[in-house]
């Protein structure tokens, strides 16, 4: 099995920090694949957050851009998501995902992602 599994999610107040991580099992290789973060507030569509690529270019989303950072730690065996000044608008449920081709560069495209992991929780709330 391929699994993609998410933590660090919880509740803040607004200007809070969280740090989310994502880890691999099954023959998923972090080094191999651009990896990206979504997510999805309750009634909107999944948006692309953050994504980097192989070779460490990254992008961001406007509305996280300057506050939210993505990367490969661990020996690239984990993903991040470092959320800093957190905004009740960006509660929702987060998702790592990774890419269906190798080697390809980030990109916010869902469609260019082959696996998803279960979420983790993220509320900012005064």
């Known amino acids: 099995q391929i699994r993609l599994v998410e933590s660090g999610g919880g509740s803040v107040v607004p200007g809070g920090t969280l740090k989310l991580s994502c880890v691999a099992t099954g023959y998923t290789y972090y080094d191999i694949y651009s990896m990206g973060w979504f997510r999805q507030a309750p009634g909107e569509e999944r948006e692309g957050v953050a994504a980097?690529?192989?070779?460490?270019?990254?992008i961001y989303a406007d509305s996280v851009k300057g506050r939210f950072t993505i990367s490969r730690d661990d020996g690239w065996n984990r993903l991040d998501l470092q959320m800093n000044n957190l905004k009740p608008e960006d509660t929702g449920m987060y998702y790592c995902a990774r890419q269906i081709d190798s080697r390809t560069p980030a990109t916010m495209d869902d469609q260019a992602y082959a696996w998803w992991g279960q979420g983790t929780q993220v509320t900012v709330s005064s």
């Open positions: 980097i690529s192989t070779r460490g270019e990254t």
